[in-house]
């Protein structure tokens, strides 16, 4: 099953933390560090992918703020 962008904010907040603890060691930090970026390629793909429906909704025109 797919992640959610919500899903996958959550659990970047989860290796954060896990980051941050004190107890963490150099070796886990670096674990932590490639699983979080691996998460944030795949939010910003699903990023890329909303960008690219709402640019079809609206009629294949990038709009630039202006009404």
């Known amino acids: ?5 919500e899903q996958i904010f959550e659990e970047l907040d989860q ?6 603890a004190a107890d963490t060691s150099l070796e886990d930090s670096f674990s932590y560090y490639e699983a ?5 390629r795949a939010c910003g793909e699903k990023i890329d992918k909303v960008e690219k429906k ?5 009629g294949g025109q990038e709009t ?3 009404a």
């Open 1 to 5: 099953m797919e992640k959610s962008i």
């Open 15 to 20: 290796i954060m933390e896990k980051m941050e």
């Open 36 to 40: 979080g970026m691996k998460l944030v």
């Open 54 to 58: 709402m640019i079809v909704l609206q």
């Open 64 to 66: 630039d703020g202006e």
